[in-house]
Structure formats: structure tokens, C-alpha cells
């Protein structure tokens, strides 16, 4: 198995593979690459728990409680199945958003030391609790117009492909160590763009595959890559201005708010 796949399940997922050999840019730049592809794979593992919920707690009296009950224990093992790393990283990301002052390196500095601390305080609390009910909320409307599975499919694709674009060049790291320096700036602008028209392109065929297939359907799910990469991208620029680059916790509030982003555009265009 090469390195960058083991680098990219092994991180991004708690899947049982084996440690990479060795970790260097291209291994970096390979893992960020096949993000998308490791965000489909969770995103399965999910949707199988959404519908079996659907089937198992069938009730035509409580339909509303049990597309609830299904999306918040689907978002629940995409937590579980990434031991909660993107969490993590957005709960200490807005935890050092907490630090006061103007943007210069004292500050900066200030806010990637409160960033590293293991503590997490209200900030975070208030922004991990926040983004979960709004995910949670808007993939129980999405299930309940039909559209659940597939639009859970697409954001969990969409978000990890924040990772790819997030490493795009022109972007540097806040440190010289961990995984932002690994890397940042490590995939190829042509190559982002390729990696996101195939995403585009798979959120298009999953519109023509659901049992609807109608032009809403491809719009819903197709605009709804576009607006997490839209809205990835301009929180990516936020933070890397604030905290001067980008960090590990950055590329795990990215995900988080891909996801949202992304979940919030097939419930409000379908």
C-alpha cells in the first residue's frame, strides 16, 4: 500500500492501516490529493447507519423524530470514524479566534500557543456545538425532502475536498512543524482544479442516480460542492491571516465548515 494512502486513512479516519513508511512532500501532496476519495468512504459508512436508522425506527406517527434521530447518529460516526479530529481542530482553532488584539506576531503568537493548549474552552465549545446542530439540523431537512443519503454523500466528499484546495500553493504554514507544514502549498493548483471538477462531476451523478433524478436534484447537489469550496476557502483565508498560515486545527475547522456549507445548500435548494 503506498504511503500516501496510509498517510491519508490513517489520519483523516480511525481505520486499521499501517503507518506510513515515511512521510514526505509527495506523501503529504499524495494523502491531500485522495482526501475527497477518503470523505466518500466516510460519507458511506455514514449514509448505511442513516438508513438503517430509517428502516429500523420506522414509525408513520414520529416520521420528523426518526429522520432526526437518523442524521444526528450519522453525523455522530463521522465524528467517531475521524476520532473527532476536525472537531478537535475547530473547537481550538475558534478557541485562539478568543485572543484580543491587533493581527501582529505577538498576538499571532499568542494565538497559535492558545491553539496547541489541550484545554478547550468556551469558544470552542460554543463553535463545535453550534456547527453539530447545524449540521445535524440541515441533514434531518435533508432527509426528510428525499435527498438524505446522496446529500450526506456529497457533503462528506465536499468538506474533505477543502483539505485538497486548502494546500494549494500561495498558502504557507503558521509553523515550521506539524501537519500545516507538511502540507501547505503541496498540491498543485492544476491538480486542485482537476480534484474538484471530479467532485463536482460525482455530486452530478449522484443527482441522475437518486430515485428523483430531476434537474433540482443535479442543481442541489452540484451547488452544494460549489458553495463549500466557495465558503472553505474564504474561512481558509481568514484564518491563515489571522494566525499567519496555516495549521492542523485550521484544516479541521475548513472541514467542519465545508461540511455545514455544504449540508445547508442541498436543504435550502431542495
Known sequence: MPDSIRLAFGT???????????????TARGAMILAPLVGLLLGGIAVVVLDAVRVLAANDHAKS???????????????????????????????ALGVKGPNND???????AVMRSPEIGAFGVIAVVLCLLI??????TCVATGLGSFGLLTAAMASRLALTLSCRPGVTSARPDGLG???AGSVPTAIGAIVALVTVGTAVVFG?????????????LGASVLVAIAVGQ???????????????????????????????TTAFIF
Open 12 to 26: 483523516l479516519t480511525r481505520l486499521p492501516v499501517p503507518a506510513p513508511r515515511s512521510v514526505d512532500r509527495n
Open 65 to 95: 423524530l426518526v429522520d432526526l434521530l437518523a442524521a444526528t447518529l450519522a453525523i455522530a460516526v463521522l465524528a467517531f470514524m475521524t476520532r473527532g479530529l476536525h472537531l478537535d481542530g475547530l473547537a481550538d482553532t475558534f478557541d
Open 106 to 112: 505577538a498576538i499571532r503568537t499568542k494565538r497559535l
Open 135 to 140: 449540521q445535524i439540523a440541515a441533514l434531518a
Open 181 to 183: 507544514a507538511a502540507v
Open 208 to 220: 441522475r442516480l437518486d430515485d428523483d433524478a430531476s434537474l433540482r436534484t443535479v442543481i442541489a
Open 234 to 264: 474564504l474561512s481558509l483565508r481568514f484564518f491563515t491571516r489571522t494566525f499567519g498560515g496555516l495549521t492542523g486545527d485550521v484544516l479541521g475547522a475548513v472541514t467542519e465548515i465545508s461540511m455545514m456549507a455544504a449540508l445547508l
